[in-house]
């Protein structure tokens, strides 16, 4: 029985999980700029909306059934629904559907979606323990800070390797986030850590099926699980992420230490954080943008010969499906987001539904877009020419896609997309109540109001 | 934002995932021979005497008042103790007593502990479906079979790397199982083995705290669920173990598949289970059992110069501790491990109590104790000098520890292990009965008598 291959470990990493623990637990609350605060209700309003928009997906439903075998108390509330079961399901079930529709935030340093698993897990605590807004709110930031910082270091090898960085790196940011509303010491809190590190969810296989969406509802769950394991004096390793055979160094090639420590508690990765205007992966953004701005320029299916799409490699390794079948596959198609862009002027949900991504009009234009590998165009952009039948050509460059930190989406923005998903679950006149809670959840006495608001019938 | 680092992928894998849902699902009742048909049993009983014997430390305790922070029904026993929890819950407590004091079973060719996540997932689901002991049996046979080819498939390379690999492949394991208790067809126990596949649970850092139990518990409550889960509709990669960024390629450097094909249905590596009389890490044992040895030869703490022993590298890798400062740490000192065999001849968990391990003639014997990696003695093996105050020399060479497989325990010697650890939970006479129902199991209606008898007060 030989053992030969070793780790080339770095055996000098500084200790990044206490550090990680202390910043935790003595952050003070609200340490940030008015900027920040502002993007956590951003943040937050958009996780919920996308939660209750696919609250009837059949992921979610599929989820809720596995649940119910388990004969949960009714402990927390599954957004846009009325059924409640017990916090650790409602923080996998509202994690799996935040991220069904692929319509949640983006980390864009990491592709991570960092609500899912922080605010799934938050609010379903929060529910149960009645935290304050205050709380919630700089629980979700803290959080959010975490799992992005450890994607940061770990950022991009350990994504490439193969594992969806959102529920590997996910579970640190919801036990970082429970183990603050616990009020969690640092000695707990840095063991909720270590527990969660051995609690990576995710593998990019999964792409496509609803294992995906799985992913942050694991990580949430299996976060939220770890502070609670914590707080009862259950152990893990002290340098669970720093260790040579800790979290870093197993699932990723590279971990650049100074991504958790360089300004911690002074810049905050939720100010990178942006929203989606389409429902699909972030890499198709430009190439559905430049043909929405086509679409403006009068190029129709109608008088389409061709588009030709210079991109980055990594629009066709994730989303090179030529043919998709159905809504799913769709997301995974850069072809059927442009044919979406150019058709309708948006990829909104809808835009994904199966007898759309397969309808004769659509599958024509998609047929008629041709992607190309470029080595000189950035992940952010896309360069779109259109040849039209009668021979002219129609050039768009999108440097940056809408949604993007450098245009992104306003309030209004944001408001109207949480409508167009909310408003078939819950009726417009409750959106409207609930949006406004929403705002105002850092002033808010608890979480409770806000999450009847969000329940199906609620108000 | 470059992404240069890529996968030497096998994009030509054969289909495992398949063919291992399709043995899971078809593989006729009792196919296989009465020697694998009575090691089921032996596994069986061995890991629910493990679990009893360890109902009251604090690692199960703590995982107990954390679940029951979820408000759980009663559906499923905590194995040696009153209390019921939900199946996911028992599944999770049950799979981390099995294993908290290190004294579970072993698959000598890749370092597994199957038992736990497959039995604890098994015996909780059957408790709730009353499925009858011989679909329990067939259930832990194929169960057992899945992780382990598994881990074959992946051994050494995915456990150098620093998975854990009992939680790494115990997820398949206990989702097989649940699967094939289920009766899912071949597609839904495919979609289980994939939704398993993105929980992998274990990182070796956490070795030496609470966390290392966990592994198997958090394998058998994923493995569970994701047999829920893929029983209600549920979908994931169907290739989720094979694919290029599947389970095998993303977390391993070694992916041998025809492990999972070579006799398939014909082979059970459950025959190559080992139980342990040592309640430590198998690569200990040697060394103890050579001073078990030692001390039959007359050496004592009194006549003993120092012990010189030449062992294999992992020894050291593991339990290289010199100075271990309470049980847990105990048990990854391969010198307190002598010193136990030498002074009490024997290692059960009570030499492995904090008071023992820091006891005065305990530490001076483990400080005599000089342990040199020889590269030419196996893992299985240890060579040890003691050398007396009088400068007589006593020379012990240990091939196979006892415990082995080619020195495996008796069925008398397993009875004696679990009353061991059963007795001072449950009484002797229960204890009696309950080994009597573990040996019939096979041939019982359903294994509810069976859990009244492990139940604390049960009869």
């Known amino acids: 029985m030989a053992l030969n291959t070793k780790i080339d470990a770095d055996h000098n990493a500084p200790p990044v999980t206490r550090i990680l623990a202390e910043y935790i637990v003595n952050h003070p609350s609200r340490g940030w700029d008015d900027a920040v605060e502002h993007e956590a209700h951003r943040t937050f309003m958009n996780w919920l909306g996308c939660a209750v928009g696919a609250a009837g997906h059949e ?44 319509f949640d935030d983006t980390h864009l340093k990491t592709i991570i979606h960092p609500a899912g698993p922080v605010c799934s897990a938050v609010l379903a605590l ?4 009645g935290a304050s807004g205050r709380q919630i709110i700089d629980a979700i930031v803290i959080g959010i800070d975490v799992s992005c910082r450890i994607g940061n270091m770990v950022y991009p090898h350990h994504y490439d390797r193969g594992w969806h960085i959102t529920g590997s790196t996910g579970g640190f940011g919801a036990a970082a986030a429970c ?27 999964q792409f496509g099926t609803m294992t995906k969406p799985f992913h942050p509802g694991g990580a949430a769950s299996a976060g939220l699980m770890s502070a609670l394991l914590a707080r009862e004096g259950f152990t893990a390793s002290k340098r669970a992420i720093e260790a040579p055979r800790g979290f870093a160094q197993v699932l990723s090639t590279k971990f650049d230490w100074n991504e958790i420590t360089d300004e911690l508690g002074k810049r905050f990765e939720i100010s990178f ?3 989606k205007p389409f429902a699909c992966g972030i890499v198709i953004h430009p190439s559905i943008d430049a043909c929405v701005q086509l679409r403006a320029q009068g190029v129709t299916a109608e008088n389409l010969e061709r588009i030709d799409l210079r991109v980055h490699s990594l629009v066709l390794e994730l989303t090179g499906k030529k043919e998709p079948a159905d809504g799913l596959q769709g997301k995974f198609s850069v072809y059927h987001g442009c044919a979406a862009g150019l058709i309708f002027g948006r990829a909104s949900e809808s835009e994904y539904a199966d007898d759309i991504v397969t309808r004769e009009d659509v599958v024509g234009v998609r047929r008629k877009v041709v992607a190309t590998i470029d080595d000189n165009i950035d992940e952010a952009s896309v360069d779109a020419v259109a040849t039209l039948k009668d021979g002219r ?26 409508s167009s998903q909310a408003d078939p679950v819950l009726g417009a006149g409750q959106v409207r109540k609930l949006m406004d809670a929403c705002w105002k959840l850092g002033q808010a006495p608890d979480a409770r109001g806000l999450v009847a608001l969000a329940r199906k019938g609620g108000q």
Chains 1, 2 share one sequence.
Request: proline fraction near 3%; aromatic fraction near 4%; avoid cysteine.
């Open 59 to 102: 992921a979610g439903e599929a989820a809720l059934r596995a649940v119910q075998v388990l004969q949960p108390s009714a402990q927390a509330s599954i957004l846009g629904r009325s059924e409640q079961v017990d916090i650790a399901s409602a923080a996998l079930i509202n994690g799996i559907t935040s991220h069904t529709f692929d």
């Open 126 to 129: 929060a529910e149960l323990t």
């Open 179 to 205: 183990a603050r509303l616990l009020g969690l010491d640092a000695d707990k809190t840095q063991m909720a850590l270590g527990i969660a590190a051995s609690q990576p969810v995710g593998l990019r296989e």
């Open 393 to 418: 050509k129609v050039h768009v460059f999108v440097e940056h896609a809408i949604g993007s930190l450098q245009r992104p989406m306003s309030d209004q923005d944001l408001e109207a997309k949480f």
């Open 273 to 275: 954080n942006t929203y």
